[in-house]
């Protein structure tokens, strides 16, 4: 986006909601102007049904209704028009190419076309030229035939789907390694950009596994993970601009090599939903290094969410960081986890449980369990208690994976 005021002088004439939200800011700087929250959103359309307040174009032109998955209440819509859906297939389609997806290669999509923006990632692999295999969620043994069938080489899933297809075809005599997958293009969660679970799939497979990452609210996908690994680049320019902020104070942050932080999105050129300043809840860390695969985008590895983070006795405990420990202790313990916080709510004053399920066949281990907890301890600064549980009783999930379960926590 290179004219940031004009395109907001733009939208406070198209959109109630901006004009509304920026009354008193005519003379600030980009950076002072007010940030939009996902709750903002939701407001918005509940106050004014179907499509809310921040509803910029006329409904007549939205061409697709998307909706997010809301842990509470109502779906949240998001609109799209043509010119929307254009730009969504164009810096889809970048992001992709750079995690492996190729022109003419038979490539598996795991993301159903249904209600969540995910499923838009099927125009981004169309334009790139590949021979997309649709079999959505839920559809493992579909999936393995394209592999054994069609001979497809490239998966597009969910890291912890990654996990749990490997698990899938063991239990049946499948050896994943055989089916063919050369290509693993991974988004949704975090868990591709964790070491740990990064060479678990990619062991499993024999495959290559780099990330993909976007935002309901702006993009389906905005960044994705070239051939060096390192994290990926950001690839919504000119259309979207991204900057970096320290969550806690809200002050801007520079991305500098090994910043962390935000990240915040404005989105003007959209026609229906455009966003300024939007909160994206995924921390980050900055990877600033020029890289051989010539793209110019920064890049960025995602550490978690916001909206998962515990704060354990003043400590910061992001689940996923907990799973990423756990996991460098395959193949003695098995894919899932669940943390049990001792009570509901982000800070914790008391150490919370953390599940472990063994390898398949793992016995009870006083040790292995003393050794997790230590290493919980050594890399998170954080006390936990592990409990070791046989192999199969976490729920294992073919969308995203549930690391926290709150419900057998006191309430306060
Ligand atoms: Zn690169």
């Known amino acids: 986006m290179t004219d940031l005021a004009g395109g907001v002088a733009e939208l406070r004439e198209r959109s109630p909601f901006y004009r509304d939200k920026l009354a008193g800011f005519e003379d600030a700087s980009f950076e002072d102007l007010p940030f939009t929250t996902k709750d903002e959103i939701r407001e918005s359309l509940a106050a004014e049904p179907p499509l809310g307040r921040h509803l910029a174009a006329p409904v007549e032109a939205v061409r697709r209704v998307y909706s997010t998955s809301g842990t509470t209440g109502d779906p949240s819509y998001i609109a799209v ?16 190419a750079a995690t492996g997806i190729a022109p003419a290669q038979r490539a598996v ?13 099927l125009d981004a692999w169309q334009r790139i ?16 035939k394209a592999f054994q069938i069609l001979g497809a080489e490239a998966l597009g899933c969910m890291p912890s789907y990654a996990l749990y297809l490997a698990d899938w075809c063991r239990e049946r005599g499948i050896e994943p390694r055989e089916l063919g997958v050369r290509t693993l293009s991974v988004a949704g969660e975090p868990g591709g950009g964790e070491d740990a679970t990064r060479h678990a799939i990619e062991e499993a497979f024999g495959a290559t596994v780099r990330e993909a990452m976007g935002i309901a ?6 960044w994705g993970e070239c051939e060096e690994q390192a994290g990926m680049h950001f690839c919504g320019d000119p259309y979207i601009h991204v900057e970096l902020i320290d969550p806690e104070s809200d002050a801007p942050l520079p991305f500098d090599d090994g910043a962390e932080g935000e990240l915040v999105y404005t989105a003007l050129i959209r026609e229906a939903m455009p966003v300024l300043r939007f909160r994206s809840r995924d921390r980050v860390v900055v990877n600033a290094k020029p890289c051989s695969c010539g793209r110019e ?10 909206d998962d983070l515990l704060i354990v006795r003043g400590v910061n405990l992001f689940p996923t960081a907990v799973r990423e420990v756990v996991a460098s202790f395959r193949p003695r313990v098995g894919g899932p986890i669940l943390i049990r916080p001792a009570h509901t709510g982000v800070r914790q004053d008391a150490a919370p449980r953390v599940l472990v399920e063994l390898a398949e066949g793992g016995a009870a281990d006083d040790d292995l369990a003393a050794e997790i907890r230590g290493a919980l301890r050594t890399t998170l600064i954080v006390t936990a208690e592990v409990e070791l549980v046989p192999y199969g009783t976490l729920p294992r999930s073919e969308y995203k994976s549930r690391l926290v379960d709150f419900s057998g926590s006191a309430t306060r």
């Open 81 to 96: 028009t043509d010119a929307d859906l254009a730009t969504w297939t164009e810096i889809g389609s970048r992001s992709y």
């Open 109 to 121: 999509l795991t993301y159903n076309s249904g209600p969540f923006v995910a499923g838009a990632v």
């Open 129 to 144: 030229g590949a021979t997309v295999i649709p079999v959505g969620s839920g559809n493992t043994e579909r999936l393995v």
């Open 217 to 222: 609210d702006v993009s389906p996908s905005l």
């Open 297 to 306: 985008g920064i890049r960025v590895r995602c550490i978690g969410r916001t």
